[in-house]
């Protein structure tokens, strides 16, 4: 019953590097996404799969990439860390990438960058 | 692009009592989605209640239910008999129908939601 994973669960980055939140899923979803949670802001679309092979960006694409090579896993990659990405993220996975789908939500990886 | 709106910061209510929640929206699409989701202090975000534009009638999920108001683009939740487990944020939000909106949210800012014993 693991749903979504979200690793690691807190991270802390110095100005400039780089790093990888992983994110699987184990219910053969076909839609994934990874949000990003600020205070005052709510929850912004950073990146979505619709399946494996295929990406897009979301509202907050800048300063990160993904890539899905499998149905169960879609990390997100900080190039060059930038305390602008200090933010709690959170993947996202549905069963299909239709808009009034449940979504399930991993338990968020709280990331500082200094 | 449509926005979602949480006026209230923060919300309080007492034990067994009713609270209710606002959010707007601003959309110029006729068919669409509105969701409310909860976020208790694990950080884990749950899906509350859900509801699709066409539908006349207000969903329910026990305790909770929507006031949905189309022509005033107004989706707000209602919590009855709130319990203290109801302690969390909630967020409303917004998903357009098919298209190229694949699964995409918009989320409103969130309402902190306390339970006084």
């Known amino acids: 019953n693991a749903g979504v994973t979200q690793t690691p669960k807190f991270q802390v980055l110095k100005t400039g590097q780089s790093m990888t939140l992983q994110c699987a899923q184990d219910m053969n979803h076909e839609y994934m996404s990874w949000y990003r949670q600020d205070p005052g802001m709510g929850l912004r679309l950073i990146h979505y799969s619709v399946g494996a092979g295929i990406t897009d960006q979301g509202e907050v694409p800048n300063g990160y990439n993904v890539s899905r090579s499998t149905t169960e896993d879609f990390p997100l990659r900080l190039l060059s860390a930038a305390p602008s990405q200090t933010s709690v993220y959170f993947c996202?996975?549905?069963?299909?990438?239709?808009?009034?789908?449940?979504?399930?939500f991993g338990s968020g990886t709280q990331l500082s960058v200094l | 692009a449509q926005t979602v709106t949480q006026s209230q910061p923060e919300m309080s209510v007492q034990e067994a009592e009713t609270v209710t929640l606002s959010c707007t929206y601003d959309t110029s699409e006729s068919d669409y989605y509105l969701f409310w989701y909860k976020q208790p202090p694990s950080r884990q975000m749950i899906l509350v209640i859900r509801q699709e534009a066409y539908k006349q009638q207000n969903a329910t999920e026990n305790r909770f239910s929507v006031n949905f108001q189309k022509a005033a683009k107004s989706f707000s939740l209602k919590i009855s008999d709130s319990q203290l487990g109801d302690a969390a944020m909630y967020f409303c939000a917004y998903s357009s129908p098919g298209g190229t909106s694949y699964g995409k949210l918009t989320f409103g800012q969130g309402t902190i939601l306390t339970v006084h014993p």
């Open positions: 996202a996975s549905s069963r299909t990438y239709a808009t009034n789908e449940k979504l399930f």
